[in-house]
Every structure is written in C-alpha cells, then in structure tokens.
C-alpha cells in the first residue's frame, strides 16, 4: 500500500496476496480504538485518503473514487394477456349494442320459416299461429285415459280443499268465457289428437294470480312419444336479459310492464286444436266433458317461441305508425315483461302511449305498471294496475 501511495512509513497490515496467509493473534474491541492511536495524522493531497498513526503501524481510511464504473439498468416486461381480456370484456358490456348477437341454428331457421308462412291476423288483429312439428302428430298413441286418471287424481284433491276447488271452477269458466277454449263433439272425434292431462297449483301469496292450472304435454301416450317431444323449441330470439337490464338502468324515467295473459291472446290454428285436447267438469260427479284450447298453451315445447315471435312480428307490421314502441318490443321485452325508459319525461310518456296503442292493434294489453316518475302512470290505468317506486 506505501509503495501504490508513494510513501515510505510503515503500514499496519502486511501485503495481502495468494501466497501469503495472515494468521490473526489479537482481537480488540471497539473500547481499545482510541488507545491504539498515535499522535501524528497524514493527509494524501488529491485523495481523501489519511494515515493515521497507530500502535501497528500507520492506518489508512478514507474513501478512493473508484475508476471504469459502469452503469446498470433493470427492465421488467411482463405479458398481462388477462387484464387486457377483463377489460375487452368490460367495455363490451358497457358499449352493448342493441342488435344482440343471436347464433341462428338450424332449427331456429326452420322455425322462422314455418312462423312467417303460418302466421295470420284475424279481422281484430289477433294473431294465429301453427305449432312447429319435427315428427307427423300421426305418430301420437292413445292418451285419453291418462288425462283422465289426472283428472280423478286432481278432483280427490279439489274435495278435500273448497277453496282451492272454487278458484279452479273460476278459473276454467274464465277459459270457457273468454273463448280460449271450446266444448268438443264427440262424433267429431279425429284420426290424430291429444289429450293433455292438467293440475292445478295454488300459491296463496299472489295477488293476481293464487291459483295457475299447468298443462303437461310431456305426459307420453301409448306410442312412447308426447306432444312435446315431437315439438321445435324454437331457440331464443330475444335479447339476453343482462343487455336489457343495463339498458333499462340507464333511463332517467323507467318503466315497466307486464303483457297480460300473453300465451292466451294468441290463437292456435282450429286445424291444430284437437291436438291440444283436455278434459274438465265443474263439479265431482258431473259427466266428464272433452274441450280443446284455441290459444297458444303454457306447457308446450313451442310455446314461448310462439309467443315471443308474435310479439315482434306486430312491432314489423304496425312499427311504422309506433316507431318508439316497436324498438321497445324488438329488443326491451324478455318473457312477457316490457323493461324499458327514457331519458326526457315527454319522450317517456309518449312511448308509453304507443305501447300502449301497439299492443292494442294485436288485441293484446299491459297491465302492471310500476314507475319511478307519477306522470309515467297513466290516468286510463286502474288504481290496483300500477305501483310507483
């Protein structure tokens, strides 16, 4: 060190090289540093280096700058494929376009054709309908006699519960009345029909409707096969309910709606009807009488689409009179339940108005209302049809 520092004095520490060990003799602690210390301190020009005497020799410290350094820097990159899809996906969501991508299936196709082909408009605007078959009905067994052992089983019920029995006896006089079913002939009995067994569910907590009798076309007849079962579905044609829930969120003025009786208001084709047989008495020992349903039937494979296609067939033929509504009942209706809104109140008002007016040239009615605005509540409407929230 005293020949790389151009001195001559004695430095404490021997060279450290390869070849030479240093054995270590004496350890001192840091409480014998100062009386290790000499008088006489040399200071290095041009360094901050000094040489510090000492009892071993002379001391070096300091600080050296150190010469040749080079400059080190650290780079991260990282693939983060997830976040960008999380986001794709968010803003897809946030930008939903009102035509929503439906994947056409085979099926679906046949079934747009055989509706746009079957399809007809009575002279009060009611539309009729035919079911979509992928099997001949020819291939239907016998059914009756199941329709029967329901029946039997459902009045065994009916005797030990009154009231369950009179809303029945209601509800299937409502049917009879409003012509949605018809009292068959028997010497009009056809080479090809099906009995459609029925029961009854009660639901006490509903204010509209306690009482719902459900039809089962899936009860198979004697051949194996049921009325279901040799039905298209159909496929979904509306809008998924998660586009139109974040489209109705967005309106400064909402509404909805609820289509009333919506399978009912539509017929089924008369040459179709025996195929949608049921049997019914008002009373336990009153003879058992056959009826036939003239309307589209809950229950049935093809039902929803029929209802559903009927509801967006009358926005394409009476839109041009109601261009507010017919948009509605194209993209903001799932089910039979009308979500939508505006963000200007006379805006708002006057598409409920053709709603309104729309669904009455296919014969059928809103009912239900709720609002979050009073003016959205129309003065035609009964108190007990509307609720504001």
């Known amino acids: 060190m005293a020949k790389i520092l151009g001195i001559r004095r004695a430095i404490s520490d021997p060279p450290a090289t390869d070849s030479v060990k240093v054995q270590t003799n004496h350890m001192s602690g840091a409480e014998d540093f100062y009386e290790l210390l000499k008088p006489g301190q040399i200071s290095l020009h041009d360094t901050n280096l000094r040489l510090q005497n000492s009892v071993f020799g002379y001391i070096v410290s300091g600080s050296l700058l150190a010469k040749g350094e080079t400059e080190i820097y650290c780079g991260l990159i990282t693939d983060n494929s997830e976040l960008e899809k999380t986001l794709k996906e968010f803003w897809e969501i946030e930008n939903i376009e009102r035509e929503s991508e439906i994947s056409v299936t085979k099926e679906a196709e046949i079934c747009e054709e055989h509706f746009l082909k079957n399809y007809s408009r009575t002279e009060t605007g009611k539309f009729m309908v035919k079911m979509p078959f992928k099997e001949d009905p020819s291939c239907l067994g016998e059914s009756r006699k199941k329709a029967e052992k329901c029946l039997n089983s459902l009045w065994n019920r009916l005797r030990r519960e009154p009231k369950l029995c009179e809303l029945y006896k209601i509800f299937m006089q409502e049917y009879l009345h409003m012509g949605h079913m018809e009292k068959v002939i028997e010497y009009e009995e056809p080479d090809v029909n099906y009995y459609i067994p029925h029961h009854c569910v009660f639901r006490p907590e509903s204010n509209t409707t306690p009482l719902r009798v459900v039809y089962n076309a899936s009860a198979l007849t004697s051949s194996g096969k049921s009325l279901n079962c040799i039905q298209f579905n159909g496929g979904t044609i509306q809008d998924d309910l998660l586009s139109i829930m974040l489209r109705f969120r967005k309106h400064k003025f909402a509404f909805v709606a609820d289509i009333k009786k919506m399978y ?58 109601f261009p507010l509504a017919s948009s509605v009942l194209l993209h903001d209706v799932y089910m039979d339940d009308v979500l939508t809104g505006e963000d200007n109140l006379i805006k708002a008002k006057d598409m409920q108005q053709q709603l309104i007016s729309l669904f009455d040239r296919g014969g059928m009615e809103l009912h239900k209302w709720s609002a979050n605005n009073q003016s959205l509540l129309c003065d035609e409407m009964k108190e007990s049809d509307y609720s504001f929230s």
């Open 264 to 321: 009912r208001m539509i017929l089924i084709d008369p040459n179709q009807r025996d195929l949608l047989r049921i049997l019914f008495k008002a009373e336990v020992n009153d003879p058992v009488k056959v009826y036939k349903l003239c309307t589209v039937t809950y229950g049935t494979t093809s039902a929803p689409f029929l209802a559903t296609r009927t509801v967006q067939q009358l926005a394409k033929d009476e839109g041009k009179d």
